[in-house]
């Protein structure tokens, strides 16, 4: 069974930096990619970033330039650096990682969440 623990989120002032990250367990994430998520009530989860396995980055027009996500394949172990935070980027942050292959298929798995609040 594959787990995904997230830390690092919190309480912050507007233009602060908080760095997430993404412990996981159960596999081996380096042939796979990652990602972060984004929740706030009433609203769908939305895409922040994605890494895929060969490192290349995928980012919400709206982070880009701000957030950097990274992977630490020795440490299992995703990162999202987010700076000049925002009071929009007050979410529920949730890590990703997309079709975790099995005999008889694939599925992805998502970690419990972590909450970011930026102070305006």
């Known amino acids: 069974q594959v787990q995904l623990a997230e830390s690092g989120g919190g309480m912050v002032e507007a233009g602060g930096s908080l760095r997430l990250s993404c412990a996981a367990s159960g596999t081996l994430i380096s042939t796979y990619t990652m990602g972060w998520y984004r929740q706030t009530p009433g609203k769908q989860r939305e895409l922040v970033a994605t890494i895929s396995s060969a490192g290349t980055t995928n980012y919400a027009d709206s982070v880009k330039g701000r957030f950097t996500i990274s992977r630490d394949n020795a440490k299992n172990t995703v990162y999202l650096q987010m700076n000049s935070l925002k009071p929009e980027d007050t979410a529920v942050y949730y890590c990703?990682?997309?079709?975790?292959?099995?005999?008889?298929?694939?599925?992805?798995?998502w970690g419990q969440g972590t909450q970011v609040t930026v102070a305006s």
């Open positions: 990703n990682v997309e079709r975790v292959r099995y005999w008889w298929g694939s599925r992805d798995y």
